[in-house]
Nanobody, 121 residues
Framework: QLQLVESGGGLVQPGESLRLACTASGASLDNYAIGWFRQAPGKGREGVASISKSGTTTTYSDSARGRFTVSRDKGENTAYLQMTEVKTEDTAVYFC??????????????WGHGTQVTVSS
């Protein structure tokens, strides 16, 4: 059974950078696309970025494009979300999912428990 664990969240100031990791155990991530999602208090879960199984195709939300970069390391069985120029509105719990890909939660079968990102001065 594939299990996902997110890490790397924390408190950062606006304009700073942060890298989130999604580490898999129990199975290989090679068979799955990876998506990054976030959920702010009182809001639904929204897609931020995804990367295909091969790693050759990436997709970003409008808010993430140009600031965030999704990547994967097959040797480490891990995916990453590099966040730069963070804004206060990026504050949320960030989740990774493994599944078919894209920015819709319905396309993902496996989820981590999330890591909190707080952007505040």
């Amino acid at each position: 059974q594939l299990q996902l664990v997110e890490s790397g969240g924390g408190l950062v100031q606006p304009g700073e950078s942060l890298r989130l990791a999604c580490t898999a155990s129990g199975a290989s991530l090679d068979n799955y696309a990876i998506g990054w999602f976030r959920q702010a208090p009182g809001k639904g879960r929204e897609g931020v970025a995804s990367i295909s199984k091969s790693g050759t195709t990436t997709t970003y939300s409008d808010s993430a494009r140009g600031r965030f970069t999704v990547s994967r390391d097959k040797g480490e069985n891990t995916a990453y979300l590099q966040m730069t120029e963070v804004k206060t509105e990026d504050t949320a719990v960030y989740f990774c999912g493994a599944g078919l890909g894209g920015l819709w939660t319905e396309a993902y079968d496996y989820w981590g428990h999330g890591t909190q990102v707080t952007v505040s001065s």
